[in-house]
């Protein structure tokens, strides 16, 4: 037999070496998927909040120019003419409104100021002009552009790496010398937001602990039929579209809804002082409890099912009372679930959009909604990036924390 | 034991079912005495557990009583019983050091810190763990666990130490080591241990006394000697050691001994039952207590028998004997010098006395299990 595998021509070794390539060929069709649909959008949207080429493309030869202009007083009248002739091809290229609106970001009030002067200088059949020419011809078509400060902008705007998304997402900006500031009171909204994000999430997460401590227990002390229908009804919201779960949550907490017309009714609130406890934070916190609480059972009661039992009957014969032996020998073994659980609750409800989008109203809106508003409404997808990305270095930074204190290999998923 | 030790644990009459139709325990009477070691021997399943369970306290009896030193407990918790248990797993908490895990039933009893260490301290070296407070139980071996659960066990001192099948998870080696240092144990503190096991040889090595369980009812309770030597039940005879179970019916009886005609051959039996002409009896004989080929007139008991099978195992021979008709008939051969040769097919003559052979009641519900 032996002298058969050795004749067979390849060696055995070259051979499991081969086998193990085909093995992992299996597993090609996975590492592309998470490649193309995981890895890829995700250097994308990183790559976007530091890396804006639109101006720095359309207006290349102005840039260059500018690049030598110290800031102060007007730029040669050569960047003039270089902007001017600029702005008529990127006209003719239709590139001029994505152009002006990312100048306007930067400083607002620009863009008409960078369309009308393109419009004009199109229209305008001018004749062969000479450098000053074209500085008086820009000036003719706004007279804004003897201003410095479009200049400035449009030079900061022509930087193809740069930091503003995230200093804008972090309430920060550039004064005209480059130092980073703080905005605006008026202007700060995305640290309140993150603030924001972070206390609902926590307040999410201890709601679920609390919610689902008990639960999880009473599932898996339970006898394995009860246990089995027990945790089937932890399981049916998986089943039923989180959209139907969140409206159920309008007929229920809104001003006319359920909730209130029985308050109403039983007399414990007066007709006209009925509580909003929805499109607002209430109805986001309710709601997201809700939609994340089988995040929290599931790993706890895993873990649950692990502990033997014996523990529990071992504690109270040594002589302790149940709370004595709950705190000292239940919960310990049970903290990897409860780590697990929080951890996973944390990091969905952090980034969670559709049910505050829902049932949030003004003051129930996290930083993810604004994400897609970026997206969807101002298309200033840098800033949705940067924000993205904030949010990603966060839970990335919160992951390392627990494993340091934790150790992720004890966390236990389901 | 020079002067009778007082009962300890008594249950009276009592009655265990989960589901209402199976009795698990059937009306048991059990007594242990003071500083006892007694071990409940049985097959799985034979209620064993369930009455250390309802001795622990974990569960609650359906009929009848228990009394731990003259005093009934059945409304006592778990926890005010003062039992020192040994679970089949250990039970070791993994969250805490071996010292924690020690440490525990003196902090819920609310003993001073220092004394507590001391009481650990000497606990640890009574199992012969000293200076192993910092480990964690995951860090031991298993017989080193073992140790641990026996001293956490013992560390507050309570006078009734329940052990569950303690040695179900060691290597036998280990196992035995582990059964001389518990009886060691045992001994120097003069606690009453009521210990659980389904493996005889433990239950012969260890105990004081045996108690036999089957379908929820003690078949036999007795000193380890005395379980061997004198079964009472034909369940005990098959499940302690090896015997040769006969049917037969009595034929006749003479003082202490009965006639039990078998396959048409009489057999003198020690009459455990069979008081009556008539009765139907299981006789049981020891493979070891058969003689091969005896001088003729030595035994009251001979017989021709054909040999069917045999093996050679070393310190003895085995040889499966044809004895009018029944073929399994087992006979434990001694190798020592000058023993005549058998050989398969031989018709030999085998014998043995009477008082080796028992007449035990033919139980119709243990049919299985004779021959």
């Given amino acids: 037999m032996t002298e058969r595998v050795a004749s067979d021509g390849a060696s055995p070794p070259r051979r499991a070496r081969a086998a193990r390539w085909r093995a992992a060929g299996l597993t090609l069709p996975l590492l592309a998927f998470v490649g193309i649909t995981f890895i890829a959008p995700l250097g994308a949207m990183l790559t976007r909040s530091v890396y804006d080429p639109t101006v720095a493309d359309a207006l290349p030869r102005t840039m260059a120019l500018l690049a030598e202009w110290d800031g102060e007083g007007l730029p040669e009248d050569g960047a003039f003419a270089a902007a001017a002739q600029e702005l008529v091809s990127a006209r003719a290229a239709r590139s001029v409104g994505q152009l002006a609106s990312r100048v306007n970001r930067i400083e607002g009030g620009t863009r008409s100021v960078i369309t009308r002067s393109a419009r004009r200088l199109a229209t305008r059949d001018a004749p062969a ?15 804004a552009w003897a201003e410095p400060f479009i200049w400035r902008a449009i030079r900061r705007a022509g930087e193809r790496v740069t930091p503003q998304h995230y200093l804008q997402a972090l309430d920060l900006d550039r004064d005209v010398g480059g130092a980073v500031v703080a905005r605006p009171e008026e202007q700060r909204i995305y640290l309140k937001l993150f603030a924001r994000t972070l206390a609902v999430s926590l307040g999410v997460t201890l709601l679920c602990l609390a919610l689902g401590y008990p639960l999880a227990y009473l599932i898996a002390q339970a006898p394995a039929h009860r246990a089995r229908w027990l945790l089937l009804l932890v399981l049916v919201p998986f089943w039923t579209s989180l959209l139907v779960r969140t409206t159920s949550w309008i007929v229920l907490l809104q001003s006319q809804g359920v909730l209130n017309e029985a308050l109403v009714q039983l007399g414990v609130i007066a007709d006209n002082k009925r509580l909003a406890m929805i499109y607002n934070m209430t109805g986001s916190f309710v709601a997201m409890t809700h939609v994340l609480l089988p995040f929290m059972v599931l790993p706890l009661y895993s873990v649950m099912r692990g502990v033997p039992p014996s523990h529990m009957r071992a504690a109270t014969s040594l002589g302790a009372t149940f709370p004595q032996a709950f705190r000292r020998v239940y919960w310990p073994q049970t903290l990897p679930g409860v780590g697990a659980g929080s951890l996973l609750v944390f990091i969905l409800a952090v980034g969670y959009y559709i049910t505050p989008a829902l049932v ?38 919160l992951y390392f924390v627990y494993d340091r204190l934790v150790g992720i290999e004890r966390m236990r998923l389901g | 034991m020079s002067e009778p030790a007082a009962t300890h644990v008594r249950f009276q009459g009592v009655c265990k079912s989960y589901d209402g139709t199976t009795q698990i325990v059937q009306n048991l009477d059990l007594a242990v005495l003071e500083g006892e070691f007694l071990t409940l021997l049985g097959p799985s399943g034979s209620g064993k557990t369930t009455c250390l369970m309802l001795l622990a306290g974990f569960e609650q009896p359906g009929g009848g009583h228990i009394e731990i030193s003259g005093r009934a407990v059945d409304d006592l918790p778990p926890r005010e019983r003062n039992i020192g248990i040994v679970f089949q797993n250990y039970a070791l908490f993994p969250n805490m050091t071996v010292g924690g895990n020690l440490a525990f039933p003196l902090e819920v009893r609310g003993l001073a810190s220092d004394e507590a260490a001391e009481r650990v301290r000497r606990a640890l070296q009574l199992v012969r763990l000293e200076g192993f407070e910092d480990r964690r139980p ?6 080193q666990q073992q140790r641990v659960a026996i001293a956490r066990a013992l560390v507050f001192e309570p006078r009734l130490v329940l052990m569950d099948e303690p040695l179900g998870a060691l290597d036998r080696r280990l196992r035995e080591e582990m059964q001389y240092e518990i009886r060691r144990i045992q001994r120097e503190l003069a606690v009453t241990v009521v210990y659980v096991t389904h493996d005889q ?6 105990s004081d006394r045996v108690a036999v369980f089957n379908r929820g009812r003690i078949e036999q309770i007795a000193p380890p000697e005395a379980l061997y030597e004198e079964p009472e039940r034909e369940f005990v005879a098959g499940f302690i050691g090896e015997n040769n179970l006969l049917r037969g019916r009595v034929s006749a009886i003479t003082g202490d001994l009965c006639t039990v005609d078998f396959r048409g051959l009489a057999v003198q039996a020690f009459a455990v039952a069979g008081r009556s002409v008539g009765e139907e009896v299981i006789l049981a004989i020891r493979p070891e207590r058969v003689a091969l080929t005896p001088k003729p007139g030595e035994y009251t008991n001979e017989f021709d028998a054909k040999v069917e099978d045999l093996v050679f195992l070393g310190d003895h021979l085995r040889v499966r004997l044809n004895l009018g008709g029944y073929e399994s008939f087992v006979a434990k051969i001694p190798n020592i010098v000058g023993h005549g040769a058998v050989l398969k097919g031989d018709s030999v003559r085998i014998g043995w006395t009477p008082t080796d052979c028992r007449a035990l009641p033919a139980d119709d519900a243990d049919a299985g299990m004779a021959a």
């Fill in chain 2, 138 to 143: 995951a860090e031991l071996s298993g017989g």
């Fill in chain 1, 129 to 143: 002009r000479d450098t000053a020419g074209w500085r008086a011809a820009l000036i003719e078509a706004d007279p």
């Fill in chain 2, 201 to 206: 040889t433990e239950a012969m090595a260890m």
């Fill in chain 1, 360 to 397: 949030g109203g003004r003051t129930g809106q996290l930083i993810s909604n604004f994400i897609a508003y970026h997206m969807q409404q101002s298309l200033n997808w840098g800033l949705a990036a940067a924000l993205g990305g904030i949010l990603l270095v966060g839970v990335g930074a």
